[in-house]
């Protein structure tokens, strides 16, 4: 038979389609029908790569860039494997946040719909006794937060002997130190045999050694070693000395086109002093970091996905994980030290291949993180309005303690500063 190439291209076309589908995937076909409901047409790279893995059993530790679907990369087998007339907990996803945490239960409920698989999310500053009925009553699948996980097993009302998976999402993080002592607290606990996944955007090699020590012949699924940061996602700064930022800020929200932004500072206080400064002249403007009452945080995460907010200031709780479809811009008043947290941040726009825009306020001392950020996310970081005018190397000159002792204040601890107790991270941002 002879084909024109153009008959040829569109079989080919119709190939790559058809075995892209989640049908190919031997799933139950309840799932597949939540799948296109939520309006899931094919698997996303890390879909396709890690789910048939994790339907075999296999220990995974899954790379890829924000916004690339590793929430239902690992949702949709675990749902999948889910013995319906086993009422116990079978699976155990770790996430840092409490935000992150309903997030996740609700992309499960609707890749589980109509399966008769229940999942429930458990975390801090939330109701106990809905949690203890909910438990007594049975659960499936369980997402939580280390701390909560933990009140739970010392009252003895939360058993992991019947975990088949157990998850680690945000795994860096989670693996950092002010996290490690609980999730091996909880690790230590599930006895049973089960597999193990991880999963980030970001993975330093020392935390990548660590994890490993906990997995059988981990399979490593890395779809971003080029860059970590979505291609859809621009990057630019703004230099600008502390006191000048607000000023600068607020010059840059008025010329641009802005639909939803988030406005990232490196601490509660700073958060707390430039929403003062702010919410007179910008409406549709609210914060959120870790200080405050957890009702108040759902109805601030809830006005801003449903667009009632514009502006929202926030510090590094919001940094990691949170899915936004309308964000545009994520803007950095303080740069911040750290390049995965960097990375995290400013992927929370340009998700699922939108248009997005990473905007960072850098001041003189700032140079040298924005030059570090620069080189790990192998993009440059161009000043803004302009196409090629990367961060410079920053000159060599030591800080001044003067300049070192306005950022540090009294209880204020930098991110990778050695602490003298062990602490949550969500506590504290
Ligand atoms: P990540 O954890 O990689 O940062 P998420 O799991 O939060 O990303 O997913 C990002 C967005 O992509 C979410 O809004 C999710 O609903 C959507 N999404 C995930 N998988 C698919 C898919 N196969 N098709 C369409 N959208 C998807
Ligand atoms: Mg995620």
């Not at 094919?42 to 790569?49: C, F, G, L």
């Not at 494997?81 to 907990?89: A, L, P």
């Not at 940061?229 to 600008?240: M, Q, T």
Request: proline content about 5%; charged content about 25%; hydrophobic content about 35%.
């Amino acid at each position: 038979m002879h084909l024109d190439i153009e008959e040829k291209e569109k079989l080919e076309e119709d190939e790559v389609t058809d075995n892209d589908g989640f049908s190919k995937l031997g799933l139950r076909p309840e799932i597949l029908k939540s799948l296109e409901k939520m309006g899931y047409k094919e698997p996303s790279p890390i879909q396709k790569e890690t789910i048939p893995l994790i339907m075999e059993g296999k220990d995974i530790i899954g790379q890829a860039e924000t916004g690339s679907g590793k929430t239902a990369a690992c949702g949709i087998p675990i749902v999948h494997k889910v013995d319906v007339e086993n009422i116990e907990i079978q699976a155990l996803i770790l996430v840092p946040t409490r935000e992150l945490a309903v997030q996740y239960v609700e992309e499960l409920s609707k890749i589980s719909d109509k399966t008769g698989v229940r999942c429930f999310a458990i975390y801090g500053g939330f109701s106990m006794p809905v949690q203890l009925a909910k438990l007594r009553h049975g659960v499936h699948v369980l997402v939580g937060t280390p701390g909560r996980l933990i009140d739970h097993l010392y009252r003895g009302t939360l058993h992991l002997s019947s975990i088949k998976t157990f998850v680690i999402d945000e795994a860096d993080e989670m693996l950092d130190m002010g996290f490690f002592k609980d999730v091996e607290l909880l690790a230590d606990c599930i006895i049973g045999e089960h597999q193990t996944l991880l999963f980030s955007a970001t993975m330093p090699p020392p935390i990548k050694a660590l994890s490993e020590t906990y997995m059988t012949n981990p399979s490593h699924v890395v779809l971003n070693r080029s860059t970590v940061s979505p291609k859809s996602l621009k990057h630019c700064y703004i230099k600008s000395e502390e006191v000048d930022k607000t000023d600068q800020l607020i010059k840059l929200i008025q010329g641009a086109n802005i639909t939803q932004a988030i406005i990232f500072c490196k601490s509660r206080t700073r958060v707390m002093s430039l929403f003062e400064a702010l919410k007179k002249r910008l409406k549709e403007t609210d914060f959120l970091h870790g200080g405050l009452d957890q009702a108040i945080r759902n109805k601030v995460m809830e006005k801003f996905r449903a667009g009632k907010l514009k502006y929202l200031i926030a510090t590094d709780l919001a940094g990691r994980g949170l899915d936004f479809s309308g964000i545009s811009h994520v803007i950095n008043y303080n740069v911040p030290e750290n390049p995965e947290a960097y990375i995290h941040r400013t992927g929370r726009a340009a998700r699922q291949g939108r248009e997005g825009m990473a905007i960072s306020f850098m001041s003189f001392r700032e140079t040298e993180y924005l030059h570090n950020i620069q080189n790990r996310i192998k993009v440059n970081v161009n000043k803004f309005g302009s196409e090629n005018s990367p961060v410079p190397k920053p000159s060599r000159k030591p800080h001044s303690s003067r300049r070192k002792n306005h950022y540090t204040r009294p209880g204020q601890f930098d991110r990778k500063q050695k602490r003298p107790h062990h602490r949550h991270p969500s506590n504290e941002t």
